[in-house]
């Protein structure tokens, strides 16, 4: 795996909802929270990157956020705002079927670990648009926080 090591900081500005993950759950619970993100996002019309970030936490908890473009919209009260650097992490791009994601995780997380680098949270997927061509696999950008 060609995974990157990045030291230049990544300030990320999103605007979603905030969800506990019970047994480890987290395509499920991510999936039931972006759609209730998206439906809001339509109900408001609000204009956004159309990018999906997915962001895991400690205590077994989960953020899914959007970038908003008209930075006025940020008041809505149904979506929290969630602002947070990663100063040092691991960058991977993943080509392939979403279900394949729990597996790359494991195995980056064991790649970097026998690299003596030390995983820590927050991390998080960016989810590019999905392609109109069927034969053109989804791309995912795996973002995995270090220590310093």
């Avoid at 159309?50 to 008209?70: K, S």
């Amino acid at each position: 795996m060609d995974i990157e090591i990045k030291v230049e900081p990544i300030r990320f500005q999103l605007h979603g909802l905030f969800a506990d993950v019970a047994n480890h759950q987290y395509g499920e619970v991510g999936c039931r929270i972006m759609d209730q993100l998206w439906k809001i996002v339509k109900r408001d019309n609000m204009s956004t990157t159309g990018i999906n970030h997915w962001v895991y936490l400690d205590n077994d908890r989960m953020f899914v956020g959007i970038e908003l473009l008209d930075k006025m919209a940020s008041a809505n009260a149904d979506l929290s705002e969630y602002d947070f650097q990663l100063k040092r992490y691991a960058e991977f791009l993943h080509v392939g079927p979403y279900q394949q994601l729990p597996q790359v995780w494991q195995s980056l997380k064991s790649q970097l670990t026998q690299q003596g680098e030390r995983v820590t949270l927050p991390s998080l997927e960016v989810y590019g648009h999905a392609s109109v061509d069927a034969d053109t696999p989804p791309e995912t950008t795996i973002l995995i926080s270090l220590r310093g």
